[in-house]
């Protein structure tokens, strides 16, 4: 079965910073790639996708990699905010359609004035 | 902006009692599903549901869990016999099916946490 692995420790950096969050996973190559957003006590909220044939994409002060040979996502904010403390889901959708998402464990982010 | 609305917000009930746990989705959205966190854990995926009918469910998802559509509207996600391990967030979550991406992006409810003691 799939395995996604993301930093399991949080991520602690200063406002202005960029922070980068990582997410491995193991086996089939996914369609695509989403990053949600979790606050405590909240559901999850979509923040961006890449498909298995883009290497980045960005939407505002974020970017995503994607990188099918080394089996990686990388999720970057870029001048952080406290704002932006959450934990960060990477989720992993096998193929187009309406398959269910496996999300990994995430990673918190704790941004400091 | 649209809202998945779930009730309640939270439970607290005995072992072996039944629950259930309501969900209104967004109006246009097509899928629905159930995912479910246990405190500190991953978000795991119970079921999906289209069409009046379950689609796709997890090795969780095992005879003493059931999901209904009863009125056109709410969706519900019924725990027959409780146990200490369903002690959880349950998120229910819905999506229009695939959009301009190609992708299946979910929109999340709040959730409903449910206490097993």
């Known amino acids: 079965s799939q395995k996604i692995e993301q930093n399991s420790e949080a991520l602690n950096i200063q406002e202005g910073k960029t922070a980068t969050l990582t997410c491995n996973y193991t086996?089939?190559?996914?369609?695509?790639l989403q990053w949600y957003r979790q606050d405590p006590g909240r559901g999850p909220v979509f923040l961006l996708l890449i498909r298995e044939n883009e290497k980045e994409k960005r939407k505002e002060r974020l970017k995503v990699t994607f990188d099918t040979t080394l089996k990686q996502s990388l999720f970057h904010i870029t001048a952080s905010q406290p704002a932006d403390s959450a934990t960060y889901l990477c989720?992993?959708?096998?193929?187009?359609?309406?398959?269910?998402?496996?999300f990994g464990k995430g990673t918190m982010l704790l941004v400091s004035p | 902006e649209p809202e998945v609305t779930q009730t309640p917000s939270h439970q607290v009930t005995q072992m072996g009692q039944e629950v259930i746990l309501r969900c209104v989705p967004i109006?246009?959205?097509?899928?629905f599903y159930w995912y479910r966190q246990i405190l500190g854990q991953k978000v795991e995926f119970l079921v999906s549901?289209?069409?009046?009918?379950?689609?796709?469910k997890s090795e969780i998802f095992d005879d003493q869990f059931s999901v209904e559509r009863p009125d056109g509207s709410n969706f519900t996600l019924k725990i027959r016999s409780t146990k200490l391990e369903d002690s959880a967030m349950y998120f229910c979550?819905?999506?229009?099916?695939?959009?301009?991406?190609?992708?299946?992006?979910?929109?999340f409810g709040a959730g409903s946490r449910l206490t097993v003691l």
């Open positions: 979550a819905g999506t229009q099916g695939v959009g301009n991406s190609g992708a299946n992006v979910l929109t």
């Open positions: 109006s246009n959205h097509l899928y």
């Open positions: 086996n089939y190559s996914p369609a695509y």
């Open positions: 549901f289209y069409n009046n009918e379950i689609s796709e």
């Open positions: 989720a992993l959708d096998r193929n187009s359609g309406y398959s269910t998402l496996t």
